[in-house]
């Protein structure tokens, strides 16, 4: 059974950062792709970024790229992404998936319907 946990939101200023984890418990990690994708009040859920089972090739949504950094530790079966130069836009609930790597060009992740298993959300709030 896989689990797939959150952490590290909260509130920041407009200009500073934060870090969210993301924990995978159950089948081996190291095999499984992961991405952050993200939903705004009253908007669908979006892609952030996402990283392939290797930690070699990752991909951004253009509204972060620069910005957000996504990494694995595929030791602690976990995955991070390190948010800087926050802005109030990018207040939203993060979620976190993750599925096996079954597609070979990382560009795959960027849809929700790539991903099998899903976290339960941690809020980040930006203020001005």
């Known amino acids: 059974q896989v689990q797939v946990d959150e952490s590290g939101g909260g509130l920041a200023q407009a200009g500073g950062s934060l870090s969210l984890s993301c924990a995978q418990s159950?089948?081996?990690?190291?095999?499984?792709?992961a991405g952050w994708f993200r939903q705004s009040p009253g908007k669908g859920r979006a892609f952030v970024a996402a990283?392939?089972?290797?930690?070699?090739?990752?991909i951004y949504a253009d509204s972060v790229k620069g910005r957000f950094t996504i990494s694995r530790d595929n030791t602690k079966g976990t995955v991070s992404l390190q948010m800087n130069s926050l802005r109030p836009e990018d207040t939203a609930i993060y979620f976190c998936?993750?599925?096996?790597?079954?597609?070979?060009?990382?560009?795959?992740?960027?849809?929700?319907?790539?991903?099998?298993?899903w976290g339960q959300g941690t809020q980040v709030t930006v203020s001005s």
């Open positions: 998936a993750t599925t096996p790597g079954r597609y070979s060009s990382v560009s795959s992740y960027r849809s929700q319907t790539a991903f099998d298993y």
């Open positions: 159950g089948p081996t990690f190291s095999t499984y792709a």
């Open positions: 990283i392939d089972w290797t930690g070699d090739n990752t």
